[in-house]
């Protein structure tokens, strides 16, 4: 990518990002309005980054709603105090962390084979962890961070759980896989020949490319489990513009705009994690899958995720990557 080219992505993320503030100001102008959801007990949830920012609101409302929630993260230092927080506010004490870091495959294979050994069901998994426009760098296994960490790792995490949310699925009582993407997905480009943008780094086009990457993923995920009669589906959520300490590392005036104004403008941290929980647990989508869902409710995703081919190719290159076998 040129440079030319990579002042081009962060123009095209950053308007994507502008246009959903203004919207989520209207939103806000029109008043919100908290959902309600049924309580969930005896069900169990895997929340990736649950220690921080939406990934921590989202734990803590299924948490509320009587789920065993399991956290998978890699801050172990925030992790003890996170889940006393969550249990003392949620009256919930079925609430845990386990250490996996999506940025090494080998962790994430440690963290499955722990949780394996729980003997637990799993009904639903929220792909949530992520990083936004680091630096250039690497994950333990090589690959670019925002490709490696975003989506590889959930892609390996979820491969090697499907056995378990098959078995935990029955008719009319879905297991469900939620994956956190955003709306820089419908600015990104997947460029088969460099998924792991090695040309010209630009941190915006990298992260876009993660979140596009992720709903291919789910789109065929869920075109693979319907095909098979598996009680399992997947679905998208975008959370929106949220307030988080993710955009440490974007454009100053944009941090600036998050300082001061983002009462206004950003959702909370637990308006962020509403359409995530909405996908989890909401009774209107039993059985549904391969939707993107934003603001509760669905919506379209860019027109090129739709692509059955695209999404064949994606997965096969996932899945070598990855080491796992995989069909088409």
Known sequence: MSPLSAARAALRVYAAGAAVVLAQLLRRCAG?????????PDRVAIVTGGTDGIGYATAKYLARLGMHVIIA????????????????????????????????????????????LKRLPLHVLINNAGVMMVPERKTQDGFEEHFGLNYLGHFLLTQLLLDTLRASGRPGRSARVVTVSSATHYVGELNMDDLQSRT??????????????????????????????????????????????????????????????????FKTPEEGAWTSVYAAVAPQLEGVGGRYLYNER?????????SLRLQQELWAASCQMAGVLGGT
């Open 32 to 40: 919100l309005v908290e959902p309600v959801f049924p309580p969930q």
């Open 73 to 116: 993260g890699n801050n172990e230092g925030k992790a003890e105090e996170v889940v006393s927080k969550i249990k003392e506010e949620t009256l919930n004490d079925r609430v845990e962390f386990l250490y996996c870091d999506l940025a090494s495959l080998a962790s994430i294979r440690r963290f499955v084979e722990t949780f394996k």
């Open 200 to 265: 010209c780094y630009s941190p915006h086009s990298a992260y876009a490319q993660s979140k596009l990457a992720l709903v291919l993923f789910s789109y065929h995920l869920q075109r693979l489990l319907a095909a098979e009669g598996s009680h399992v589906t997947a679905n998208v959520a975008d959370p929106g513009v949220v307030d988080t300490e993710l955009y440490r590392h974007v454009f100053w005036g944009t941090r600036l705009v998050q300082k001061v104004f983002a009462w206004l403008l």
């Open 298 to 306: 669905e919506t379209a995703s860019l027109k090129l995720t739709y």
